[in-house]
């Protein structure tokens, strides 16, 4: 069976094919992407507007691009499969009609996809795939949780933040220290020359006893620290302050991470989300990992930020356990506001 992903829930598009042969897990055949982030830049951030206009123009060619590097002719897909939320709802009625039009012409279904399914299951096209049942860090611009996951379909919240998320903690202190949209990857690049001791920051809810984040206090505290530092902050306390940061926000992921293996008997943890990219959280979990004796997954860096691979996969993956909703009359909505929890 070969399934088409699409991705539009923010500033990427995504378009990805994957086939599934029996129970073994799906291959990629080819994928594509456009990102929008040169775009958004000179406005600091993502303009909801503008993202849901460039998808229009995107994913048509990217779809054809796709088909052709597969060699791949537009009849052999089975089924459409679409990022159904969460998201901005202006960006995912583009992929989600792109979709249900295609699939509509082709006689063939349609099927929403849950966003985070797709970061959740991503490691599975890597060359070292998880197996079930595993914990999951899911680490995105909108999205801090910890899971356990059982199967597909079988997820388990244990934890998440109670107000900012781990990316957008990077991005939004980033942005006070005059970096560029997205902050993370700036902000990690530039922590590399900087001494994460010469700043005192908050560890926030670090021994809370549960596994929930929080991290808009570790923002105040950064903006108070550049305060401190006065107008003509020099290069090198920009630089300590970034390793400060980001040794915050690792601190507690890693600390959780520990925790949900410890109190869940489990020694596999998955991390998935545009902040598994970040190069010290990976140094940080392979240590900390090894320690124990725990397994450690990672999706490819290419598949750790958004894209349409994932979204076929988690498609494929479903379908394979006979746990797809598909959408036969093509009647679409989306959902901006989707709790992983919620899905089954
Ligand atoms: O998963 P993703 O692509 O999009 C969402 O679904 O949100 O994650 C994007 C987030 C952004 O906040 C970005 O700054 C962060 O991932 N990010 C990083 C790194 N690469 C991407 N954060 C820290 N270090 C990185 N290397
Ligand atoms: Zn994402």
């Not at 993502?46 to 052709?68: T, Y």
């Not at 910890?146 to 919240?157: N, S």
């Amino acid at each position: 069976m070969i399934v088409l992903g699409i991705e539009s829930s923010c500033d990427e598009t995504g378009v990805a094919l994957v086939q599934t042969q029996g129970d073994a897990v799906p291959t990629l055949l080819a994928q594509a992407l456009h990102s929008q982030i040169d775009m958004h830049q000179a406005y600091g951030g993502v303009v909801p507007e503008l993202a849901s206009r460039d998808h229009i123009r995107r994913v048509l060619p990217l779809a054809r691009q796709v088909l052709a590097d597969a060699q791949t002719a537009l009849e052999a897909i089975d089924v459409v499969a679409y990022t159904r939320g969460p998201g901005l709802a202006g960006a995912l009625l583009v992929g989600a009609g792109f979709a249900c039009a295609l699939a509509a012409a082709l006689g063939k279904p349609a099927l929403g996809v849950h966003h985070l399914e797709g970061h959740l299951l991503s490691p599975f096209l890597s060359a070292d795939p998880p197996r079930f049942p595993f914990i999951a860090l899911l680490v995105s611009g909108g999205h801090t949780q910890l899971m356990r996951v059982d199967d597909v379909a079988r997820y388990t919240l244990l934890g998440e933040t109670i107000d900012d998320a781990a990316g957008e903690a990077f991005d939004k202190t980033a942005k006070m220290m005059g970096l560029p949209y997205p902050g993370g990857p700036g902000l990690a690049r530039l922590a590399e020359f900087g001494d994460a001791s010469a700043f005192d920051l908050p560890r926030p809810l670090l021994h809370s006893g549960n596994l929930d984040f929080s991290f808009s206090g570790l923002k105040t505290a950064v903006m108070t620290q550049l305060r401190k530092c006065g107008s003509n902050v020099c290069e090198q306390d920009k630089a300590n302050l970034a390793a400060a940061t980001q040794a915050a926000i690792v601190d507690v992921l890693v600390h959780k991470s520990l925790a949900a293996l410890r109190a869940s008997g489990l020694l596999r943890l998955v991390v998935a989300g545009g902040v598994g990219a970040n190069r010290h959280l990976r140094e940080r979990l392979n240590a900390q990992c090894a320690k124990i004796g725990a397994q450690l997954h990672y999706p490819e860096l290419a598949l750790c930020t958004d894209n349409g691979a994932m979204i076929a996969l988690a498609a494929a993956m479903r379908l394979q356990r006979g746990r797809a909703e598909i959408n036969r009359d093509y009647a679409f909505d989306v959902l901006p506001r989707w709790p992983l929890a919620s899905i089954s």
